[in-house]
């Protein structure tokens, strides 16, 4: 389909600019949410009768964008998550987790403004890019951990998931015995766990 552009699309043109674009794009994206206009004869002649006015509001929205931006660039917003043992997060992080995260600390972001192509699931620090108008768009940080400590940590470059094996494998190392007959733990093991259970019983 053949469309006329109302702003400016991202890998497509700008203002004015006629592309060819696929019918579901168009039909579910573009002309619901006003960024273009069906081409043709009679369209291509409301846009040049109004094309300074549409230019004007562009450049209205444009210049409010960029006020906004000021305040959301480069902000840092932190979410305590539940995960497993690997980091990975029990559920995930959307657009909405984002934009309330994001109200919490007091700036409004439209939903449709936070670009996340997939929900996030593991903790971990990540770039997420908020485009609050066609052309104006900055990058925020989201900083996913299990605690405020760990969030501090992982702010501070630590990699959290690297830190916590490296600890588990310190931990193994010490407790493994280099003396101990191949065997011996297992067969011990269940030997202890019954003596246990007695003690309970009795």
Do not use: C, W
Not at 25 to 47: E, Y
Not at 82 to 98: C, E, F, K, M, P
């Amino acid at each position: 389909m053949e469309v006329i552009l109302l702003e400016r699309v991202e890998k497509l043109g700008a203002i004015g600019d006629v592309v060819t674009v696929k019918d579901g794009f168009a039909r579910n994206f573009l002309l619901p949410n006003k960024k273009a206009l069906r081409s043709n004869a009679a369209n291509r002649k409301v846009f040049e009768t109004n094309r300074e006015r549409i230019v004007a509001e562009n450049a209205a929205r444009r210049s409010v964008a960029q006020e906004e931006a000021k305040s959301v660039d480069g902000v840092t917003v932190t979410m305590i998550r539940q995960s497993s043992n690997t980091g990975q997060l029990y559920g995930s992080v959307a657009v909405r987790d984002l934009v309330e995260a994001l109200d919490a600390e007091g700036h409004k972001v439209p939903k449709n403004a936070i670009v996340l192509n997939k929900p996030i699931k593991a903790i971990g620090i990540y770039d997420v890019k908020v485009s609050l108008h066609a052309e104006v768009s900055v990058m925020i940080k989201v900083n996913i951990a299990r605690s405020p400590e760990e969030a501090e940590m992982q702010a501070k470059g630590v990699n959290v998931m690297e830190a916590m094996f490296e600890k588990d494998e310190a931990g193994f190392t010490e407790d493994y015995d280099p003396n101990a007959e191949p065997g011996d733990i297992a067969s011990d093991a269940p030997a202890v766990e019954a003596a246990a259970d007695d003690t309970v019983e009795g």
